[in-house]
Structures are given as C-alpha cells and as structure tokens.
C-alpha cells in the first residue's frame, strides 16, 4: 500500500512569511496528526484529527498555525507569520488501529531565516 | 508528561545487546517503540498494552511494567542496520488514540 505522502520536502523562508504543508495520508486511515520536530528531539504533537473534525489541538499555537482536513483525507498545515524558533521538521502521520501504530511521512524540514 | 527515556545515547559494537528505558510518570494505557534513521521518517517497531505481554520479533522485544510505568526495549546481537534513533512514545488511555513521544535514545552500531 502507498505510505503517508508529503510535500514539499525542503522549505527555507524567511522569519515572517507563510508556509503551508501537505500531508496525504494512507487510504482509509481516519485519525491524521501533525507533530514538529525539532532537531535532536520526540516529535511533538501539534493536532490530531478523526476524520475531517479536530480531537486534540491543544499544542498548536493557534496565533500563527492552522490546520485543516477537508473531506477527511488530505490535509494542510499553515504557518502565518513564521518565527525563527519554527524551524524544524513537520512530520504528518496516520493510523488506523492502535495496535498498528503509527505511519509517519518522510516530513517537510522548514528552515526559517 | 513527557517519557524519560535513558541512556540519551549508546554506542555498541555489532553483536552486543542494549537496553534502552522509557519511563513515565503518569498512568500508562500502551507504550509504542519507533526507530528513526537520520532523514527519514520514524518507523513503528511494536506496541505494548496495558495487561499484554512482552513483546518481540527477531532479536528485537519489549517489556512493559505497570506497577513501574516503564518499559524497555531490549536488542540482542545487534546489527549495522540497527543503528538509529529510539523514540517511546507513550499512551494515557481513553478514546484518543495519541501518543507522547521521549527524547530518543541514538543508537550507533560499530562493525
């Protein structure tokens, strides 16, 4: 089966500007999450949805990021505006039973500057 | 609430064992265990449930105890391709599948 696509793969902005992520998750997984990752860290989670309806986004800093899954498939994660401390790599994962765990895209690394 | 995973690093020869611990502080429903080469995305190595048993495939496993809250994984005769990065991630329970992931443990397989 085809894994969690995601793009872009490399983003460097500069502090300020907006960015935006894609995530395509395996077919028939209904939970997605985004996590951040800052280098030499766990992953971090920033969202989780079921479906197309949010469960857990008490980690996003709802000042600057947004996320949306339309029709419960695809989703995007926005940045707006960019902050240097940002910088890391934005990972988008889907599941479908527990005990399955996790399937984890291969990220996006933002550098901002 | 996040883990505490420890050792933070390890290096071994191939052939050794290792033992990296996830410990938490909170009341623990499952514990998964993922490694993570450099560039590429974590990858799900197994999960433990609360009441389950240890767990393991080839010479790679995994205990959990409850009383503790900690779990280890365990790597016997370990190979080139195990080098990498080791992440718990832990699970409180509840209908919210989501995991809180540790610091990662790297670990360097030498020849």
């Known amino acids: 089966e085809a894994g969690v696509a995601q793009s872009p793969r490399y983003k460097i902005i500069e502090k300020r500007q907006s960015v935006a992520f894609w995530c395509n998750p395996i077919s028939g997984h209904a939970t997605l999450y985004w996590y951040q990752q800052i280098l030499g860290q766990g992953p971090k989670l920033l969202i989780q949805?079921?479906?197309?309806?949010?469960?857990?986004d008490s980690q996003l800093p709802k000042d600057r990021f947004s996320a949306e899954r339309l029709k419960g498939v695809d989703s995007t994660l926005k940045i707006q505006p960019a902050k240097l401390e940002d910088s890391a790599v934005y990972l988008c994962a889907s599941s479908l039973r527990r005990v399955d765990g996790y399937t984890f895209g291969s990220g996006t690394r933002l550098t901002v500057v | 609430q996040q883990p505490v995973q420890s050792p933070q690093a390890v290096i071994l020869r191939e052939g050794e064992d290792a033992v990296i611990n996830c410990s938490s502080s909170k009341a623990l429903y499952s514990v998964h265990w993922y490694r993570q080469k450099h560039g590429e995305a974590p990858v799900f190595l197994m999960i433990l449930l609360k009441g389950g048993e240890q767990k393991g495939h080839d010479k790679i496993s995994a205990s959990f105890n409850e009383k503790k809250q900690q779990s280890s994984l365990y790597l016997t005769a370990s190979q080139l391709s195990y080098s990498g990065t080791y992440f718990c991630g832990t699970e409180l329970g509840g209908s919210n599948y989501k995991l809180t992931f540790g610091k990662g443990t790297l670990l360097t397989v030498n020849p």
């Open positions: 949805f079921q479906n197309n309806g949010v469960v857990d």
